[in-house]
């Protein structure tokens, strides 16, 4: 590799679930999770929630069998891909446009396999596959007020085709700096944000590599032992939790973790054992305080506040536990 292919992002942005009822995940993303609903993309079945700290911390987007058009008919998903629940995409955000065709024009020139390329009106986008076909999608804000894009397509498609570097690209950042967070003060956890996701593996170092070549991630743990590996963009202590699948586990999406405050985190805990959430994992220490939860389609949930800096030196077991709850 004469040239690695890094599009090197920023950090972890969102996560964008294929559900079974683009509504009722809505609701469950709002009145659990405390995100509030930005927009929804009707015409594709598709949602957007966030609490202030970007345009989305979550998407989700109704399963069909249909192809999934936008804008001048552009096939956003072939009809064969969002045919089930799961794991649409992962996405990271880029510094600027800028930035984000630099990493396209290099990922071409190493021949990585591009899917599409999107002109989503608050941002543009370039979507790949990594090894083991896991959807990705390095983004850059187009915007720097992204609600009053959102107001003004209200009802309408946002979606549609780009051509990277077809026009001069946005050499400024557009990205929210120190943004006020919302508060949905009936749900029944305060999410702060959407902090990282995490992907089981069957090759684990395969992955781990393409994520650092091609994605551009940082390394902060490895460990053999303990079958993980814990990425990072420019602007976040983590991002990506990669670990390789055991016994009858199942390659693919685990789950997305979300930041509570340590003054809320004990009574958004008892909020979802009071109203019969099942919790499927815990995590207890010194720097971190953990919960594992599964939304309307099985999909992983993880809240969590970080008391200090995340350990890298635990046992494997140990150290497997605190980034994935048991798994």
């Known amino acids: ?10 950090r972890f942005v969102h996560s964008n679930m294929f559900v079974s009822e683009t509504q009722r995940a809505m609701d469950f993303y709002r009145e659990v999770v ?7 993309e009707e015409a594709i079945g598709a949602g957007f929630l966030g609490n202030g700290n970007t345009h989305h911390d979550v998407a989700v987007v109704q399963v069909s069998e249909e192809s999934m058009l936008g804008r001048e008919g552009q096939v956003i998903v072939p009809a064969d891909f969002g045919r089930r629940p799961g794991l649409f995409h992962l996405a990271f955000e880029m510094e600027t446009e800028a930035e984000l065709v630099a990493g ?6 190493r021949e990585v396999p591009i899917l599409f390329n999107v002109d989503h009106t608050i941002s543009k986008s370039v979507y790949l596959p990594d090894p083991e076909q896991n959807v990705l999608e390095f983004t850059s804000d187009a915007t720097k007020d992204w609600r009053a894009t959102f107001r003004k397509h209200e009802g309408k498609l946002i979606t549609g085709p780009w051509t990277p570097g077809e026009n ?11 943004p006020p967070i919302q508060r949905v003060g009936a749900s029944l956890v305060h999410s702060q944000r959407a902090t990282h996701a995490s992907l089981g593996c069957r090759d684990l170092e395969a992955q781990r590599t393409f994520y650092q070549d091609v994605g ?39 789950h997305t973790a979300f930041e509570v405050l340590a003054s809320d985190f004990a009574a958004d805990v ?15 220490h010194p720097a971190k305080q953990s919960v594992l939860i599964r939304d309307q389609d099985g999909a992983g949930v993880e809240f969590f506040t970080a008391l200090a800096d995340a350990p890298g030196d635990l046992e494997p077991d140990a150290l497997r536990n605190f980034w994935l709850l048991s798994a």
Not at 34 to 40: D, H, I, S
């Open 1 to 10: 590799m004469t040239e690695q292919a890094r599009f090197r992002p920023r």
């Open 34 to 40: 405390g995100l509030e609903e930005c927009f929804q």
């Open 104 to 109: 396209y024009e290099r990922a071409v020139k």
């Open 168 to 178: 001069p690209p946005d050499a400024e950042a557009n990205y929210p700096v120190n």
């Open 216 to 254: 551009g991630l940082d390394e902060v743990v490895y460990s053999a032992d303990a079958g993980l590996a814990v990425l990072k963009g420019t602007a976040a202590p983590y991002d990506l939790v990669l670990f390789q699948v055991r016994g009858d586990q199942k390659p693919g999406y685990y």
């Open 270 to 284: 008892e909020r979802l054992e009071a109203s019969g959430i099942a919790i499927e994992g815990r995590v207890a």
